[in-house]
């Protein structure tokens, strides 16, 4: 099931997230990216569109993104397609793994719920430690 706070942000400007991007498409092929979200939550609207623009813009390929729906119960509780093992909490939650290799299936990065730049901008940082590590 497709998660619609996915659905790219129409008014998303790529241009200003360039370096984003780039590092983002540079990685596509390379890497699966894993999304909890839920429809019903403030911060997956809020945030999820702009990351979904971002994905669209680097031309990820769709089998490469994964979309996991969370359920919130009464106690607070969630759960979802591999909410316990991945540990998911706090949604939006993405986690970006090698997808082949012999290391397929390594966490390269992960995003839970906010921080003070976007989830492609705080993916990108990361990832770009990772592209660094592998090029030494």
């Known amino acids: 099931m497709e998660l619609e706070t996915m659905r790219p942000n129409p008014a998303w400007d790529a241009d200003s997230y360039g370096e984003s991007v780039a590092t983002l498409a540079e990685l596509a092929d390379d890497v699966g990216i894993h999304v909890w979200g839920g429809d019903w939550c403030k911060d997956c609207r809020s945030q999820l569109p702009d990351f979904g623009a971002a ?3 680097a031309d990820v390929p769709d089998e490469r993104i994964h979309h996991y729906p969370v359920e919130k119960h009464d106690d ?5 397609p591999k909410v316990e093992g991945y540990g998911i909490e706090r949604i939006p939650t993405v986690v970006v793994e090698r997808a082949s290799g012999e290391n397929a299936g390594e966490e ?3 995003f839970v719920e906010e921080a003070s730049v ?3 901008v705080y993916l990108a940082k990361r990832l770009d430690a990772v592209t660094e590590l592998r090029a030494q």
Not at 76 to 80: A, E, Q
Request: hydrophobic share 50%; no cysteine; charged share 15%.
């Open 55 to 57: 994905l669209a813009a």
């Open 76 to 80: 607070g509780s969630k759960s979802g």
């Open 108 to 110: 390269l990065a992960r």
């Open 118 to 120: 976007p989830i492609a």
